[in-house]
């Protein structure tokens, strides 16, 4: 699987010609009574086609650039013979490399260039509403919708969500347009047939269809990952395409791939319709998107985790920080508490909570249920919004560190420790409301290495007690492996002071 990766579908490859001459031949149907016919899928396929092929539409968009003497031109992905470009300013800085240094710029190197590039997306309402990708009219000067039978009009951005990566356009009509409705993504099955459409490669409009391959797909995009995967075809140009079912439905947006070269493998990922309406709906009335935020920084609760909390099975979202000016906060949600339901849904893992948030509507008083030293609590929350500007983070540890005297638990948990002093905090610029005791070398071979605990890391709490000194760790830890535990549930700060839980094992 080396050389793989997550692609946004949008740029043509170099290989166009023989990528256009192999989509060409693998779209040629079958003759008639050829007994293959049957395995290329329902005949459902060509009635759906010619339903919906009018409301697809083709996203195409201009930028000016820059240009600088004779360097490459900063194309967008996606633009036209960018191939030709790099290869014919590679030739011209060989050429000049002969010849010496050259002079001033002529203004035909100075002046700017137009380049565009090509996506997809499709009309939901006649009146002109049409849904693509922001990955395909990000930083674009003009977007174009171009219609199946040829006719261009100008598109205003309603709206664009970057999280999801979905936007929204309006163009105006003369006419009603051909439009199409979501359907329900939360009931496709693995198996089931879907049909793509949009325009890969820049060959104006294509169908491919598959089946849905998963379904809940997390690609480490962003905190709301849900994706539809499918081995209908879907390559560079067909992102902000519609992805439907059988039933002439769109139940996904057509958005990454996941390719060695840019080209499908059978890897292709859709946001769920059931996760792109409601953002849809925002952008729509207000501009802009209106998440739920609860304010609080969540971790995911792996097995050796669990068994320190005493939580059978593994589930929820572990707590490990809460932001002092958030709706957790005055709710009394405390990090070390657990999430498993939320709003009356399961928290069955830590990426649930994210999407559950979010989808919850801003203002609303919500009841959340927590597991607290194992007992189950109940809290309500105000929910707030989460705004552009709010980030909740990933845990990202420090690295670095250097081992000094060994403290009495170094055997133990592999860690070299210190009672914090005005001297240690200067030393690893530990903030002032940062209290524990402080971690001043990591044995390289420890399983405190593997979780990348540094020098300067502060312990706060061993298994949910809270610890002043070096004196306290080794006391909470001895007393830990005199009850037979496995593990010791370490809460840990750096130094700015953001939290996370650590399992480190007693044995």
Same mark, same amino acid.
């Given at each position: 699987?080396?050389?793989?990766?997550?692609?946004?579908?949008?740029?043509?490859?170099?290989?166009?010609?023989?990528?256009?001459?192999?989509?060409?031949?693998?779209?040629?149907?079958?003759?008639?009574?050829?007994? !293959?016919?049957?395995? !290329?899928?329902?005949?459902?396929?060509?009635?759906?086609?010619?339903?919906?092929?009018?409301?697809?539409?083709?996203?195409?968009?201009?930028?000016?650039?820059?240009?600088?003497?004779?360097?490459?031109?900063?194309?967008?992905?996606?633009?036209?013979?960018?191939?030709?470009?790099?290869?014919?300013?590679?030739?011209?800085?060989?050429?000049?490399?002969?010849?010496? /240094?050259?002079?001033?710029?002529?203004?035909?190197?100075?002046?700017?260039?137009?380049?565009?590039?090509?996506?997809?997306?499709?009309?939901?309402?006649?009146?002109?509403?049409?849904?693509?990708?922001?990955?395909?009219?990000?930083?674009?000067?003009?977007?174009?919708?171009?219609?199946?039978?040829?006719?261009?009009?100008?598109?205003?951005?309603?709206?664009?969500?970057?999280?999801?990566?979905?936007?929204?356009?309006?163009?105006?009509?003369?006419?009603?347009?051909?439009?199409?409705?979501?359907?329900?993504?939360?009931?496709?099955?693995?198996?089931?047939?879907?049909?793509?459409?949009?325009?890969?490669?820049?060959?104006?409009?294509?169908?491919?269809?598959?089946?849905?391959?998963?379904?809940?797909?997390?690609?480490?995009?962003?905190?709301?990952?849900?994706?539809?995967?499918?081995?209908?075809?879907?390559?560079?140009?067909?992102?902000?395409?519609?992805?439907?079912?059988?039933?002439?439905?769109?139940?996904?947006?057509?958005?990454?791939?996941?390719?060695?070269?840019?080209?499908?493998?059978?890897?292709?990922?859709?946001?769920?319709?059931?996760?792109?309406?409601?953002?849809?709906?925002?952008?729509?009335?207000?501009?802009?998107?209106?998440?739920?935020?609860?304010?609080?920084?969540?971790?995911?609760?792996?097995?050796?985790?669990?068994?320190?909390?005493?939580?059978?099975?593994?589930?929820?979202?572990?707590?490990?920080?809460?932001?002092?000016?958030?709706?957790?906060?005055?709710?009394?949600?405390?990090?070390?508490?657990?999430?498993? !339901?939320?709003?009356?849904?399961?928290?069955?893992?830590?990426?649930?909570?994210?999407?559950?948030?979010?989808?919850?509507?801003?203002?609303?008083?919500?009841?959340?249920?927590?597991?607290?030293?194992?007992?189950?609590?109940?809290?309500?929350?105000?929910?707030?919004?989460?705004?552009?500007?709010?980030?909740?983070?990933?845990?990202?540890?420090?690295?670095?560190?250097?081992?000094?005297?060994?403290?009495?638990?170094?055997?133990?948990?592999?860690?070299?420790?210190?009672?914090?002093?005005?001297?240690?905090?200067?030393?690893?610029?530990?903030?002032?409301?940062?209290?524990?005791?402080?971690?001043?070398?990591?044995?390289?071979?420890?399983?405190?290495?593997?979780?990348?605990?540094?020098?300067?890391?502060?312990?706060?709490?061993?298994?949910?007690?809270?610890?002043?000194?070096?004196?306290?760790?080794?006391?909470?830890?001895?007393?830990?492996?005199?009850?037979?535990?496995?593990?010791?549930?370490?809460?840990?700060?750096?130094?700015?002071?953001?939290?996370?839980?650590?399992?480190?094992?007693? /044995?």
């Amino acid at each position: 699987m080396a050389g793989l990766s997550f692609e946004r579908i949008l740029r043509v490859p170099r290989p166009l010609v023989a990528a256009a001459l192999a989509t060409a031949l693998l779209a040629v149907p079958p003759a008639v009574g050829d007994g !293959r016919a049957a395995s !290329r899928g329902p005949d459902a396929i060509a009635d759906i086609t010619e339903k919906v092929m009018d409301a697809v539409v083709n996203i195409s968009t201009s930028q000016t650039v820059e240009a600088h003497g004779n360097a490459v031109p900063n194309l967008p992905p996606g633009a036209p013979f960018e191939e030709f470009f790099e290869e014919f300013f590679k030739n011209r800085r060989g050429q000049q490399g002969q010849q010496g /240094q050259q002079g001033e710029q002529s203004p035909r190197e100075r002046a700017p260039r137009r380049v565009s590039s090509l996506g997809s997306g499709f009309v939901i309402d006649p009146s002109g509403i049409v849904v693509t990708n922001n990955h395909v009219i990000s930083d674009a000067d003009e977007v174009t919708v171009i219609f199946n039978d040829g006719s261009r009009l100008k598109a205003e951005v309603i709206g664009r969500d970057q999280k999801i990566d979905l936007a929204l356009l309006r163009v105006k009509s003369d006419k009603p347009l051909k439009a199409v409705t979501f359907g329900d993504s939360d009931k496709l099955r693995i198996g089931e047939w879907v049909v793509a459409i949009g325009n890969p490669y820049s060959l104006g409009g294509t169908v491919t269809a598959g089946i849905v391959s998963a379904r809940n797909r997390d690609i480490n995009s962003g905190p709301y990952d849900n994706y539809i995967q499918t081995d209908a075809a879907i390559n560079r140009g067909n992102s902000g395409g519609p992805l439907f079912n059988l039933d002439g439905e769109v139940v996904g947006i057509n958005t990454a791939i996941y390719s060695p070269s840019g080209g499908s493998i059978g890897i292709g990922f859709a946001v769920p319709s059931k996760t792109a309406v409601p953002i849809i709906d925002q952008l729509r009335q207000f501009g802009e998107t209106r998440r739920g935020w609860l304010g609080v920084r969540i971790q995911q609760i792996t097995d050796d985790i669990a068994e320190n909390l005493n939580i059978k099975p593994a589930r929820g979202a572990l707590v490990a920080g809460v932001d002092e000016k958030g709706p957790a906060k005055p709710a009394g949600i405390e990090p070390g508490d657990v999430i498993v !339901r939320f709003d009356g849904k399961d928290v069955k893992e830590m990426r649930d909570l994210p999407r559950i948030v979010a989808d919850t509507p801003v203002g609303k008083d919500v009841e959340v249920v927590i597991l607290r030293k194992g007992k189950e609590e109940n809290k309500t929350v105000k929910l707030g919004r989460l705004e552009d500007g709010e980030k909740q983070a990933a845990v990202s540890p420090r690295r670095g560190g250097a081992p000094e005297d060994k403290s009495a638990v170094q055997q133990t948990l592999g860690l070299n420790l210190a009672n914090l002093s005005d001297d240690l905090r200067k030393r690893y610029k530990i903030k002032d409301t940062v209290k524990g005791v402080v971690i001043t070398g990591v044995d390289s071979k420890s399983a405190a290495a593997e979780k990348r605990l540094n020098a300067g890391d502060v312990i706060v709490e061993v298994s949910q007690e809270p610890v002043a000194s070096a004196s306290d760790v080794q006391k909470r830890v001895d007393q830990l492996k005199k009850e037979n535990r496995k593990s010791a549930l370490l809460l840990v700060s750096s130094a700015d002071g953001d939290l996370r839980f650590v399992a480190l094992s007693l /044995q």
